[in-house]
């Protein structure tokens, strides 16, 4: 199977505060997911991606989890800025090549 | 590099028109998506090319769409007869596909309205 579900569809947090955006998959074999930011108007550009041989990774204020039994992931935004404001596409790849991705989560951070 | 090159950047056209849009990948990348990303079905992937072969068009949604790759450097979508229900914004990705796990590099997108 090719779905990813993300949850939630929106999220409003206060500046400062921490966000977190979860994503589900379907097939066992998939192996890479990333994380897609995009601003309004623009194109969708990577953030953070993990393998599927490693459970998490951190970049400044972006981490990553990834729990291959339950077929998760999740990202986590700590401090948040004005700037985080955007829509965040997870996406978990198929067959070694086919990104699908999810819904996508609006995220808006409030000053 | 200049990265992922779309054109045209916006398109408004009259149903039943032939659309084409254009893509010129990352020099060197050997792999090349086309997306369709619409608020009702986001990003939906319509066409996979590797090597400039296809191998993946399940997602092309009717016959009126069509996808060529002539060489490593140029990639069109065509749309043909176009129908307002394919106003979306088009994207083109393209990759250095080793084993599966590598950035899909997004063009700017073309938005495309069918009036």
């Known amino acids: 199977g090719e779905n990813v579900e993300q949850h939630p569809s929106t999220l409003s947090v206060q500046e400062g505060d921490s966000a977190v955006i979860k994503c589900t998959y379907s097939d066992s074999a998939s192996n890479y997911f990333p994380w897609y930011k995009q601003e309004l108007g623009k194109r969708p550009q990577l953030i953070i991606d993990?393998?599927?041989?490693?459970g998490e990774k951190k970049d400044q204020r972006i981490a990553v989890t990834l729990n291959k039994t339950a077929k998760h992931f999740s990202l986590h935004i700590t401090e948040t800025q004005p700037e985080d404001s955007a829509v965040y596409f997870c996406a978990a790849i198929y067959n070694d090549y086919k990104l699908s991705f999810g819904a996508g989560t609006t995220v808006t951070v409030r000053a | 590099d200049a990265g992922v090159i779309q054109s045209p950047r916006h398109e408004v056209t009259e149903m039943g028109q032939e659309v084409t849009l254009r893509c010129k990948p990352i020099s060197g990348h050997n792999s090349l998506f086309w997306y369709r990303q619409t608020m009702m079905r986001g990003l939906e992937l319509l066409i996979y090319?590797?090597?400039?072969?296809?191998?993946?068009d399940s997602g092309m949604p009717e016959d009126r769409f069509s996808a060529k790759m002539p060489n490593a450097s140029f990639s069109t979508l065509k749309i043909q007869p176009s129908e307002p229900r394919d106003s979306a914004v088009y994207f083109c990705a393209s990759s250095l596909q080793t084993g599966g796990m590598a950035e899909a590099f997004f063009g700017q997108g073309t938005r495309l309205t069918v009036v």
């Open positions: 993990i393998r599927s041989n490693v």
């Open positions: 090319f590797n090597n400039n072969v296809p191998i993946d």
